[in-house]
């Protein structure tokens, strides 16, 4: 109980910065839009749908880079200790994923309506499924790059130390992301898309597992 207390306290805390400064769902919108404008004027006369699929992963994976890798990083040593006095480490990074997962839903929503709507041509036979699968990039992306976050912002160099730790992790992630996605763009049957929504889940388990197991160590240094 005292743990989802602290959560749900935590959670608020980031929304209200956020909402405060706006900064960073302003940022990664604008990239994704900027970016999205600038596929639609440079490939706008290529029509293989599964190009524009890969296309549109490459983009929320950047845009989660931006977005969610700043959550642990960009915290000053006084917000660190506060946090600390505040609540338990669980609950510090349960509230971050939580977050982070909101936040990267929101704006992979945004960008998938505005991507269909600039590119006529994109649109999957099976939306509910790219919806499924943008949901699952969601959930993937924050987890990984939040725990990633969480132990870069220990080191020096913690921009170099993000791109060395995340990199082994999110590319299977973004093989699995865009195989389901492919499905959809296909129109293929649910049936043939499981083992990629269970090895998602399973990815995610682990990575929030191995997360709640090392972050209390990292958090006490």
């Known amino acids: 109980m005292q743990l989802a207390k602290e959560v749900k306290y935590l959670i608020h805390k980031e929304v209200l910065l956020e909402w405060r400064s706006k900064y960073t769902i302003n940022g990664v919108l604008l990239y994704v839009v900027s970016t999205i404008f600038t596929c639609y004027l440079s490939f706008v006369s290529l029509g293989d749908k599964l190009a524009w699929n890969a296309l549109f992963w490459i983009i929320m994976l950047f845009a989660s880079i931006n977005g969610v890798s700043k959550s642990f990083l960009q915290e000053t040593k006084g917000q660190q200790l506060y946090s600390y006095i505040l609540a338990s480490p669980a609950a510090i990074l349960i509230s971050k994923t939580i977050y982070n997962t909101l936040l990267m839903l929101v704006l992979t929503t945004i960008a998938l309506g505005f991507y269909t709507l600039v590119f006529d041509s994109f649109t999957p036979p099976d939306m509910v499924l790219y919806y499924v699968a943008a949901i699952f990039g969601s959930m993937s992306f924050s987890t990984v790059f939040t725990m990633v976050s969480a132990i870069a ?69």
């Open 153 to 221: 912002s220990k080191a020096g160099n913690g921009g170099m130390l993000m791109a060395i730790l995340s990199f082994p992790i999110i590319i299977p992630v973004l093989i699995l992301l865009i195989k389901l996605a492919k499905n959809a763009v296909d129109g293929l049957p649910w049936e043939n898309s499981y083992d990629e929504i269970a090895m998602l889940l399973v990815v995610n388990v682990l990575v929030i597992a191995t997360s709640l197991l090392l972050f209390p160590y990292l958090w006490r240094d």
